[in-house]
């Protein structure tokens, strides 16, 4: 029998609490509902008014991965959902997470969290701008970390401020806050910086998905600006070998990258890391931070 439990006044029941979700650390998916509680504050912070997309790894990292973008079935009555606009099939509606009963929810279905760059708000208009820089082998993160740097400056440049995260995967991801403009125009400027970097950067960077291109290089994905497409958000576990999570980093910790080590986080090193820094992406929330995307390039 599940066991069941209240959360801000909704029963929940929890299932398989015990069962290992990933056998090289040992980790259950009772300590990933654990991990999701005490990280909820950050959490939900940068899950608000967004729509969710899951990627669904229910038997862990090794067994069957699913994305979903809508509304599972089974989902409580209570849980937030949003109408999101779609190109080809019409509104469709998504999950919301919006409180600590529906993150636990979520948690429960052993999910990697994702969003896009707008809110429920205004979908289509972004407030904030990504890139995803992935590295092909035998570069590492490392080498994301040098090309990170290049756009920090570039960005600044521009009048912008940068805030970096581990993917949780391979990379890294630099998200900038801006004031509300339409994903394409974000796309178009993202597109031109990661178009400049390969310039700039040829031994390093490629703005090109082509696989061929791409060893002992960083891909700047800016696709991801587009208003289909979403992100890891941060303070997300990722569906990896082991529980490690998109973590927000500091600039000196981009700079003094010598290892792939360095920038590898586990569910375990989250809270001592928040206690030390706060969060570090807390920048991201007040929109004070934000400013105007320079023109179309």
């Not at 069957?64 to 190109?87: A, I, L, M, Y």
């Not at 970390?145 to 391979?170: F, I, M, P, Y």
């Not at 970097?197 to 791409?214: E, F, G, I, Q, Y």
Request: with cysteine; net charge neutral.
């Amino acid at each position: 029998m599940s066991p069941i439990t209240m959360v801000e006044g909704r029963r929940l029941s929890l299932t398989n609490l015990d069962k290992v979700l990933y056998p090289q650390t040992g980790t259950t998916k009772g300590e990933v509902l654990h991990y999701c509680t005490t990280t909820a504050d950050a959490l939900l912070a940068h899950l608000a008014d967004r729509p969710l997309s899951f990627l669904r790894y229910p038997d862990g990292p090794d067994g069957q991965r699913f994305f979903t973008k809508n509304v599972p079935p089974g989902t409580p009555s209570w849980v937030k959902t949003c109408e999101v606009p779609h190109s080809t099939s019409g509104p469709t509606r998504q999950v919301v997470i919006d409180g600590l009963a529906a993150l636990v929810w979520a948690a429960n279905l052993v999910v990697e969290l994702h969003t896009p760059q707008w809110t429920c708000r205004a979908p289509g208009i972004a407030d904030r701008l990504v890139f995803d820089l992935d590295p092909g082998q035998p570069a590492t993160i490392v080498e994301c970390c040098l090309a990170a740097q290049w756009l920090h400056a570039r960005l600044a440049a521009d009048g912008l401020d940068v805030h970096a995260k581990t993917s949780g995967s391979k990379g890294l991801h630099l998200i900038v806050p801006i004031e509300p403009a339409p994903s394409e125009r974000v796309t178009a400027y993202a597109r031109h910086l990661a178009v400049e970097a390969a310039r700039a950067l040829p031994d390093l960077v490629v703005h090109k998905m082509t696989k061929s291109l791409r060893p002992g290089k960083v891909f700047i994905d800016f696709s991801q600006n587009s208003a289909a497409k979403t992100t890891a958000v941060a303070y997300t576990l990722r569906a990896r070998a082991t529980p490690t999570v998109s973590t927000p980093v500091t600039w000196d910790e981009v700079a003094d990258c010598t290892d792939p080590a360095q920038l590898t986080f586990l569910f375990s090193d989250i809270a001592p890391r928040c206690a030390a820094h706060g969060d570090l992406l807390a920048p991201l929330l007040d929109p004070a931070r934000a400013r105007p995307l320079p023109g179309a390039a």
